[in-house]
């Protein structure tokens, strides 16, 4: 509240639209995976349990790294649709975007929270993500203080990043230590796949963006839609197809389970 006017609806704007893809994915990743995780813990198969986790972690990345390309790319887009209207203006939508980039640097720690939460509860261990939840809080008000007076607003938004950041990182030190590995050569594999597909992706947006603003009307809801939404579907089309010929494993998987789901259907009377 001290950094200046609208400052609390900016940070609380760029918030909410960020908690959608935190709760579609990381959330129901972590809700779906706990009832696995526990029996397991029950029936102390610890190479299953870091099986499970591993391969949670890596459908979470899937999906989340692509989110944070296009909520880093295409941040003024997603704002301007979503709240552009009344007296939201432009600056605005740029100062609620800026607070959504901060907020999207740390979509991976934010999703993988939860799990490894959770993995925590089915050990019957609540004290360890208690006590990393406060001190990530500590640290979270002391970047806050510090930052606002650099980035303002944008900065208690980095802040809050950093803190989760460093709270996954804790979080993956403590749980490491209690059940051993958590398979992270595949990890690596995995993610060095992601990542270059995401770098095609996000030189793939970036480069038409800007055709695609001088096809539509820039001063219209609609167009400022159709060119979000034509190059965030057209740069997920790209993230997939190279995924499937790096052969990822995770798009293998989601492949085969949306076959599987189609059939179901179909054979449905």
């Known amino acids: 509240s001290t950094v200046g006017v609208g400052s609390i609806a900016i940070f609380n704007f760029a918030n909410n639209i960020q908690q959608f893809p935190i709760g579609i994915i990381g959330i129901s990743f972590a809700i779906a995976a706990f009832p696995t995780l526990s029996q397991f813990v029950a029936e102390r198969k610890k190479e299953q349990l870091s099986e499970l986790l591993s391969q949670a972690i890596r459908q979470i990345l899937f999906f989340m790294i692509p989110l944070t390309i296009i909520f880093l790319l295409l941040r003024a887009q997603i704002v301007r649709v979503i709240l552009g209207s009344g007296e939201f203006n432009w600056t605005d939508t740029i100062n609620t975007a800026n607070t959504l980039a901060f907020f999207a640097l740390s979509f991976f720690a934010q999703a993988l929270a939860p799990l490894l939460m959770r993995a925590f509860f089915a050990l ?15 640290i979270n008000i002391f970047l806050g203080i510090y930052l606002k007076n650099i980035l303002g607003v944008s900065g208690l938004a980095l802040a809050f990043s950093i803190s989760m950041t460093i709270q996954l990182s804790l979080l993956w030190l403590f749980l490491r230590k209690k059940i051993g590995n958590l398979q992270e050569n595949k990890l690596l ?57 790096l052969k990822l494993e995770e798009i293998i998987q989601l492949r085969a389970s949306l076959e599987k789901r189609f059939l179901k259907l179909k054979n449905v009377p």
């Open 189 to 245: 594999q995995s993610l060095n796949k992601i990542s270059f597909a995401a770098l095609i992706m996000a030189i793939f947006i970036q480069f038409i963006k800007n055709p695609l603003a001088n096809m539509v009307d820039m001063t219209r809801l609609w167009g400022i839609f159709t060119q979000g939404a034509v190059a965030g579907i057209f740069g997920l089309i790209i993230y997939g197809t190279i995924c499937y010929l």
């Open 124 to 138: 019957h261990d609540t004290w360890t993500p208690f006590i990393v939840g406060i001190a990530s809080a500590i």
